[in-house]
């Protein structure tokens, strides 16, 4: 598919930031978008990158309505020779093609997918900031744009890409975050959306988030909606404990993210030897674990923190360190591996980094 390229002007263009220490999360975007139509009996038309703009929807729109909208995220990287590169993006556009089979959505072709990235991320290269840590973060996104109020798959769509250099996602950085476990309310349940990128996961979990976050915790640890029982997802990231010095997380049912970070996690732990469980895990045998000293280290793992350690859980009124509260040694491999082999700084035995501008 042919994309249409309209560079923004020197007016549109906006002041790149020069502290990449006061970058944030997702506050700062940069000068341009992907842009791409779908409309029923035509299939996928008029792809573009154009100057970063506002969108007119009409207020009938059926994203507004029904939640029919869908997202990835993903990061480009400055390498230390100037080389730009994603970290596994082959995988991020498969799911999302996943979340769109989910929700009645179009297909969108793998290589058109790529080239649309590519071609944007090295237009606004510059953006990228340097420092180790920071990156380049990129918001694939669908919606449903079918002018009608009634129940029913759209028949019109748009793509889009957006990007914004970041910084951290947790302001503690790579420092050990304290999580609540809630019982009251659930994330995902089986057999709904919570093994896709659906906003509707997203605005459920904003109460919980809220509370555990008045109550000084950082995230919050869901558990299963139908038992209240065994672990699933840490906030909007996949979990991993380390006990008996076993790296065990809880398997892929139907109500957790599939994530590409845990994919590679996985990976990356058995290429080293060390034994990988996927498993189910009651938070009343975490406990026990924890209070026998058999759970050593936990973390989150996902593409906006990488892996992010877990120092403190809080579950029926009781703080419970895992291990001596700070960050484990295999939750410092794991994150440093990872983030050397996304800035081209190791090798790369999977092939997981792909650069897309010399």
Known sequence: MQITITEATPAQKKTIPVDDSKLGFGKIFTD???????TEGRGWHDASIEPYRDFALDPACMCFHYG??????????????????????TENIRRMNMSAERLCAPHIDEKVFLDALSKLICLDRNWIPKSEGTSLY????????????????????IFYIILCPVGAYYPEGFSPTKIYVTEEY?????????????????????????????????????????????????????????????????PLSGSILPGVTRDSVIHLAE????????????????ITKQKEGRLTEAFASGTAAIVSPI?????????????????????????????H?????TEDPFGWRVEICG
Request: aromatic residues 12%.
């Open 32 to 38: 341009h978008m992907f842009l791409m139509h779908y």
């Open 271 to 286: 290429s080293w030897g060390v034994p990988v469980a996927e498993r189910p895990i009651s938070i009343d045998d975490l």
């Open 138 to 157: 990129v918001r694939p996104t669908m919606i449903a744009t079918e002018r009608a109020l009634g129940v029913h798959s759209s028949s019109q769509f």
């Open 186 to 250: 659930v994330r995902a349940v089986r057999g709904g959306v919570g093994d896709c990128k659906a906003a509707g996961n997203y605005a459920a979990s904003l109460y919980a988030a809220k509370k555990a976050s008045e109550m000084g915790y950082t995230q919050v640890l869901w558990l299963d909606a139908i038992e209240r029982k065994y672990v699933e997802e840490v906030g909007t990231s996949n979990i991993f404990f380390v006990i008996d010095n076993t790296l065990v997380t809880p």
């Open 341 to 345: 082999i996304q800035y081209g700084k």
């Open 311 to 339: 120092g403190h859980i809080f579950y029926k009124d009781t703080e419970y360190a895992i291990g001596d509260g700070g960050v484990g040694a295999i939750t410092d491999r794991l994150y440093h591996e990872i983030l």
């Open 68 to 89: 029919q909208e869908f997202f990835e995220g993903m990061k480009a990287y400055r390498g230390e020779n100037g080389s730009i590169y994603l970290f596994r993006p």
